[in-house]
């Protein structure tokens, strides 16, 4: 929070106080708010560690009647797939933030240099996607046959490398916070445009970078609709397109018994079918739900620039 | 975007058009490019591909997408016809529509009144931590949220079931019940960018510079008073912004939310089949894809021409809230 912001709160907290029963009012309404955002996230941890038995006899419940640590048992027993899929979310995840970091900072830079001759053209470029698409059909045809996207890594990575709101961002910010004087100074010291952006430009950036790292890094990390279209493989899979083929066919999870010196059937049916989805589903939830409350300040200054009008 | 900015441009431009391409043009171009050539590649090459709508696609395997494209008769606008003569154009039509509505009115009130609420509490760390808590389904996918449904919808085991049970109420098929659809997906859809909508508001609301409130204390305003008249205004640039915003998308549909979470259920059709839900069910069919390209070709059409429309009209009731 900017020091601006900080005096306005404080002088609004003198001047704007809501009287005590209000306040109280606002305080159990927002408790239920906020308890209505985290109940299913207890509701689905509360699960996985029921007991097989208790959920047959009682259906799911809040406070379970038996424990049973047999779900994450299975699922530590079973970790391979678990860590394939984890494998190849890390790849995507970071190749395409470090990529798309630059290609959306250096989009960003050259459309916030006021005396570039192609300002207006890129601008162009990057706007008209905004409000303009070819539709999946399209696209869907372009990434596999002319591309050759399908069952690659790139399929998970490259149609998530830019976006219009993210180059915005970046323009928005390079054109308020980086000063005029800076850079021509750097040019009139003879530095290539290449040199002033690596070197100047992007280390006094580094909250925008932060910013727009973050909305990378959960796009990456949440996308199950990449993989739905252009991944067939299965050892190509995505935590979330692990979780929505298990949730379509809880067997899948048994496609590599073999590798494992069990059949198929023996695997099936040790499963704790009911409290193991659910486990499988709190273990990938669990490291965003632990990461984004550090995180959030960054998301939130990120929106708040990408809402001044560019 | 860019109103006065683009005006001040007009005129350097045109003294710049009288210079030649410098050295630090050139390098700017070369730090362009790359992202350029993804922008050519993952966004106008596909524009092109959108002619696909008038063409009767003849797909020959082995054959490249265009090479297809080109090769395929022209057709004007029949896909266009065979899509609004079939009965089911209708219906995908009124839902998008209809929760797009929905979802644009709900999406610019609920966060806005929650914001204004959550800004009046005395306790600047109550506050925090209740936004904290609020943006948690934000950062879920529809995959995991489908989870989370499916924990109170399941007929066997779900909350819902097991509750009408011990009330001798009986099990109910959840999935295959499009009555508790529409509101459901409603309410998720508000549960799941509420506290994003927030966040913004919020920014917003902080922004507003306080000794506008002050001015109306002294004059006697009232805490209603000082809200109707000194945030609500403050915050419409913000609201058109995002109303501006979630117009442009009007045709297009959050797929996760319509396929994912009601997990594909055919019986569900005609409460949850949207635009996206039509056409991504085309995609793997190499013979019937007229239709849905048709259907493809409007959502892009369409979606582009309601953002410049209502961006018009927003300009002409009040030029400063416009986005271009």
Known sequence: MSRREKHVLAAAERFERVSVPTNIILIVFFALVAFLCLMPFLFIIAISISSEGSIARHGYQFIPSELSSSAYEYLW??????????????????????????????????ISRPNYKLKGFFTWVVFIP???????????????????????????????LMSGFNVIICKTFFRTTVPDSLIESAEIDGASQWRIYFRIVLPISLPVLATIALFLVFGYWNDWWQAMLYIDRPDL??????????????????????????????????????????????????????????????????LTIGAVKG | MKTRESRADKKKWKAHTRRRFRKGDLELTTLAIPSFVWYIC????????????????????????????????????????????????????????????????LNVLVPTVLAIMISQLRSKKIAKTTQTFMFLPYFMSWVVVAYFVEAFLNYDFGFLNT????????????????????????????????GYGMVVYLAAISGIDGTLYEAALIDGASKWQRIRFITLPMLKVTMIMMFLLSVGRIFYSDFGLFYQVPKGSASLFEVTETLDVYIWRALGQTTNISMPSAAAFVQSAAGCLTILLSNWIVRKVDKDSAIM
């Open chain 1, 77 to 110: 027993k079973n970790r391979n797939m678990i860590f394939d899929a984890t494998k190849v979310s890390l790849i995507v995840t970071l190749g395409g933030t470090v990529l798309g970091l630059f290609l959306t900072s250096s989009m960003g830079y050259v």
């Open chain 1, 130 to 160: 905004m409000i303009f698409n070819g539709g999946l059909i399209s696209t869907y045809n372009i990434n596999t046959t002319v591309f050759g996207l399908k069952d690659t890594y790139w399929a998970l990575i490259f149609p998530l």
């Open chain 1, 237 to 302: 899979k995505p935590l979330q397109a692990l979780l929505s083929a298990i949730d379509r066919n809880l067997e899948y999870f048994a496609r590599n018994a073999a590798t494992l010196g069990m059949s198929r059937m023996d695997l099936i049916r040790e499963m704790p079918r009911q409290s193991f989805r659910m486990g499988i589903a709190v273990v990938i939830i669990t490291p965003i739900a632990l990461a984004y409350p550090f995180f959030q300040r960054y998301f939130i200054s990120g």
């Open chain 2, 42 to 105: 993952f966004s106008y090459l596909p524009m092109f591909g959108i002619i696909i709508a008038f063409v009767s696609f003849k797909f020959q395997p082995g054959q490249s997408f265009f090479a297809n494209l080109v090769t395929s008769p022209w057709s004007g606008l029949k896909n266009f016809e065979f899509l609004f003569s079939s009965n089911s154009a209708w219906i995908i039509l009124r839902n998008t529509l209809g929760y797009n509505l929905l979802f644009i009115v």
């Open chain 2, 163 to 194: 509750v009408r049970d011990s009330m001798g109420m009986g099990k109910e098929l959840w999935y295959l019940q499009p009555s508790i659809w529409p509101s459901l997906l409603i309410i998720l859809n508000i549960w799941k960018s509420m």
